[in-house]
C-alpha cells in the first residue's frame, strides 16, 4: 500500500474529530473520500498532511510512519494537494502560481509545465494572467497543477469539482482520469459521490468522522445506503 491510515482519531480540542479511521490507498488506484457537509473528508486530508495531528492510530506513506512529520516533510515525501477552496495566490500569475508548486532544486520545470499546460490547454492562454482574477474553473485547473508540479506519488484532491457547472465537471473529470492514466495515484475527496466513484477503483464513505462503508466502486454503487444518501 502506498499510504495506509490504521485506526486514526483526530481531534479539534476536546472535540473527536475522526473516530478510527482506517483507509489505503494502493498505487495507481483512484480511491475517493465520499460524505456530505462536516463529515470529516477535509479533516481526513488535514490529519495525512500533518496540518492538524491525529491523537492515535498510525500513518504510513511509502512503508514510513508520517503521523509524527510535520507537512513540509509530508509533501517532500511525495504527497500534495489540491486544497479545498483552491488557495491560489490571487496577484500572483498562473505560471507563478505554478512555480511555487515545483519542489526545491527541481530542473525539469519547463517539461512539467508543458505536461500540465497538456492536460489543461485553456491555461496556456493564461500563463500571465492574475490567477484571482481568472474563472473559477480555471481555478481549479490551476489548483491541480500546482498540485502536479511536484510529481508526486500520491495526488490528494479535496472536492476539486466545488461550485463548477456540470458541462465543466465532466471535463475537469476526464482530466483527472488522464492523469490517473499517466501513473499518478490519486486520493479523491467529493460531495458528489456519483461522478467521483465514476473516475474511482475504490471509495470510503464518511460519516461523523467515522468510516461507515466501503468498497470497490460496483459495491458503493449497489450499497443502499451510498444510493439512498449521496446517489439520489
Ligand atoms: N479547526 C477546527 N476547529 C474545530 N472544529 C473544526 C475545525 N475544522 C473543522 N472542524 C469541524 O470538523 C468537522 C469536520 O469538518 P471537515 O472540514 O473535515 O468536513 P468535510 O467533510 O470536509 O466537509 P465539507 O464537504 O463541507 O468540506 C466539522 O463539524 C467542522 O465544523
Ligand atoms: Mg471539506
Same mark, same amino acid.
Given at each position: 500500500?502506498?499510504?495506509?491510515?490504521?485506526?486514526?482519531?483526530?481531534?479539534?480540542?476536546?472535540? #473527536?474529530?475522526?473516530?478510527?479511521?482506517?483507509?489505503? *490507498?494502493?498505487?495507481?488506484?483512484?480511491?475517493?473520500?465520499?460524505?456530505?457537509?462536516?463529515?470529516?473528508?477535509? &479533516?481526513?486530508?488535514?490529519?495525512?498532511?500533518?496540518?492538524? /495531528?491525529?491523537?492515535?492510530?498510525?500513518?504510513?506513506?511509502?512503508?514510513?510512519?508520517?503521523? #509524527?512529520?510535520? &507537512? =513540509?516533510?509530508?509533501?517532500?515525501?511525495?504527497?500534495? *494537494?489540491?486544497?479545498?477552496?483552491?488557495?491560489?495566490?490571487?496577484?500572483?500569475?498562473?505560471?507563478?502560481?505554478?512555480?511555487?508548486?515545483?519542489? @526545491?532544486?527541481?530542473?525539469?520545470?519547463?517539461?512539467?509545465?508543458?505536461?500540465?499546460?497538456?492536460?489543461?490547454? *485553456?491555461? /496556456?492562454?493564461? *500563463?500571465?494572467?492574475?490567477?484571482?482574477?481568472?474563472?473559477?474553473?480555471?481555478?481549479?485547473?490551476?489548483?491541480?497543477?500546482?498540485?502536479?508540479?511536484?510529481?508526486? #506519488?500520491?495526488?490528494?484532491?479535496?472536492?476539486?469539482?466545488?461550485?463548477?457547472?456540470?458541462?465543466?465537471?465532466?471535463?475537469?473529470?476526464? &482530466?483527472?482520469?488522464?492523469?490517473?492514466?499517466?501513473? &499518478?495515484?490519486?486520493?479523491?475527496?467529493?460531495?458528489?459521490?456519483? /461522478?467521483?466513484?465514476?473516475?474511482?477503483?475504490?471509495? =470510503?464513505?464518511?460519516? /461523523?468522522? @467515522?468510516?461507515?462503508?466501503?468498497?470497490? #466502486?460496483?459495491?458503493?454503487?449497489?450499497?443502499?445506503?451510498?444510493?439512498?444518501?449521496?446517489?439520489?
Amino acid at each position: 500500500m502506498l499510504l495506509q491510515l490504521n485506526s486514526v482519531s483526530t481531534s479539534y480540542g476536546k472535540i #473527536k474529530m475522526l473516530d478510527k479511521v482506517c483507509l489505503s *490507498v494502493d498505487t495507481g488506484e483512484v480511491v475517493c473520500l465520499l460524505g456530505s457537509n462536516g463529515a470529516g473528508k477535509s &479533516t481526513t486530508i488535514k490529519t495525512i498532511l500533518g496540518m492538524v /495531528k491525529s491523537n492515535n492510530g498510525q500513518i504510513l506513506f511509502d512503508g514510513q510512519d508520517i503521523g #509524527k512529520m510535520k &507537512t =513540509y516533510e509530508v509533501i517532500r515525501k511525495g504527497i500534495s *494537494v489540491a486544497p479545498e477552496g483552491r488557495r491560489l495566490f490571487p496577484r500572483m500569475t498562473v505560471e507563478q502560481n505554478l512555480e511555487i508548486g515545483l519542489a @526545491a532544486n527541481q530542473e525539469d520545470s519547463a517539461e512539467l509545465k508543458d505536461r500540465v499546460y497538456q492536460l489543461f490547454p *485553456v491555461l /496556456k492562454d493564461r *500563463v500571465n494572467q492574475a490567477a484571482g482574477t481568472l474563472s473559477g474553473g480555471e481555478q481549479a485547473m490551476v489548483a491541480i497543477s500546482r498540485a502536479l508540479m511536484q510529481k508526486p #506519488k500520491l495526488l490528494i484532491l479535496d472536492e476539486p469539482s466545488f461550485g463548477l457547472a456540470p458541462l465543466l465537471v465532466e471535463a475537469f473529470y476526464n &482530466t483527472i482520469i488522464e492523469i490517473s492514466r499517466q501513473g &499518478t495515484t490519486i486520493l479523491l475527496s467529493e460531495q458528489n459521490a456519483g /461522478k467521483a466513484l465514476e473516475v474511482s477503483d475504490r471509495g =470510503y464513505v464518511l460519516q /461523523k468522522g @467515522a468510516i461507515y462503508a466501503s468498497g470497490t #466502486k460496483q459495491e458503493l454503487m449497489e450499497n443502499d445506503l451510498v444510493r439512498k444518501c449521496y446517489l439520489g
